[in-house]
């Protein structure tokens, strides 16, 4: 996992450079490092650490030039150090490298680079790819050739980016597989490439996105787009509407703090163009669906990773109350594994924020080859998810750079909710009276998020008494549990403070072991058809001498008795509860961790987008 940015054209790379790689943090790295073509020589700085490190490096050490690659990395092979970093430059220094992905048979190509009498300079498995495309290239005339014939030799996923002093007017990359995303971001008189969107966005929105097997050669005046056996592409080029100013904090202290409160915007923005409040009626186009395509659907898999998961296990919920379809939930890295039962009459809904995480896609593949309709439900806009799928639907949250995902749950839970109405309507399952009232309840959720936002004093307060804790338990029932999971993995991701979240059910079967008053219970309670059964769970972890803070509906002076702490929420249609509920869970993990002078936009060890198995 990495980002990755280059340019060619008539201005300094340098600045652009850095500049993008600033704009890809949130992807998470342990390292930085830029080449640039200066002189006719390739001149390189890198280090471990955060980007500053190599920003304030070059500042000393300055390098100009019109055509340069850049990268942060995320440790798979090799510890993070300065040698490991890249780029990676061949041993003739003719050649350097970027690269997003792993190498899985680096070792048979290194024993083979060995043998010619090459000599490795790091730990990485990056540094294979240099120096095969400089043996190539001493094989061949041409740059591009060789650099076509050493990437083709690579088995895994992978993004690569690549130049050389041979030909000092060209930038060559490459997509190999369905992750390590490569972006050709398109100017006048100058040209872009970078793994994401937001490090190019300042520049341009005029964006080609390569599939896997495909090359993209880059002049300043020229994009030329091919597959590996050298036959040409015409480039589908993408206008992205995303504002850059939507990429910067403002007025927030972190990008997570701005997505938590951007979220009355992400969620309006779901719902536009979608919803037809006159006739109580949902429009996903993006899906291509049918009612006779509709009718033939014996049953939906949702497959995801983390928090993407928990959305679908709400998304199982409501389309199998809804819409009365059998649903299942895998997690992506699980279902590729275990031979699942897929047919033509299966739908595959894959969730992932980024489009691009490499487990999701995996299962994608293993689906599409067992004859399954495959769907999306992505943000990133022309990510391989998006392209793969026979229909999609698109989060429209807008950037989410923060590593801790907020308005990206929040977001496909209100997706699952309109897919599951339009399913009913298609399938005739659902009468118009019914469906006429879930579509109202729709207009009620900015509204009924804004309130919550309102209310962040209060969990502010909590968050100071709590910041200290070692553990706590999350506890939910039906259509909230999987918020009980999914706010425990706010506060582990962010906070680094040990949380699990429970079915409310299952306390008494083991985890009320641990209750004392060390150990806080947050329990997930609004006025819903579990409040009863959530009402004992709380009151069995008070007669335990624990701790117990309470997301509640406001007025219930049931909870107000038993709770140490309350966050109130609105009163909600039940459906739509996990929604609301989930937000106080969110500000507090990033109040907590704000609280203990954590890095909350970039926790330790995480990337935003999971790009390799």
Known sequence: MCGIVGYIGDQDATPIILNGLKKLEYRGYDSAGIAVLQDGKIEVRRDAGKLNKLTAMVEMNPMTGNLGIGHTRWATHGMPTVNNAHPHMGSTGEVVVVHNGIVENYLELKEELLAEGI?????????????????????????????????????????????STREPDKIVAARIGNAGGVVVGLGDGENYLASDIPAILEYTRRMIF????????????????????????????????WDPVSAEKGEYRHFMQKEIHEQVRSLTDTLAGRVDFDQGKISLAQLNLTAEKAKQIQKIIITACGTAAYAGMVGKFLIEHIARIPVEVDIASEFRYRDPIVDENTVVIAVSQSGETADTLAAMELAKRKGATLWANVNVIGSQAMRISDGFISMQTGPEIGVASTKAFTAPLVDFYMLAILLADLRGTIKEKERRQLVSDLRLVPNLVSKILQSEEGIIQAAREFKFIKSALYLGRGINMPIAYEGALKLKEISYIHAEGYPAGEMKHGPIALVDRDMPVIAIAPKDPWYEKMISQIEQAKARGGSVLVVATEGDEKVAE????????????????????????QMFAYHIASLRGLDVDQPRNLAKSVTVE
């Open 119 to 163: 000599q490795f300079k790091s730990e990485t498995d990056t540094e294979t790819i240099v120096h095969l495309i400089e043996l190539y290239l001493g094989l061949e005339a041409d740059f591009t050739a060789a650099a076509c014939k050493a990437l083709s030799r690579l088995r895994g996923a992978h993004g690569v980016v690549t130049f």
């Open 210 to 241: 390569l599939e896997s097997e495909q090359m993209v050669v880059l002049t300043k005046d020229e994009v030329k787009l091919t597959n590996f056996d050298g036959s040409p592409v015409k480039p589908e080029i993408n206008t992205i509407s």
């Open 562 to 585: 038993l709770a140490d702490h309350v966050f109130w929420v609105p009163e909600t249609p039940w459906l739509l509860s996990p929604v609301i509920t989930v937000i106080p869970l």
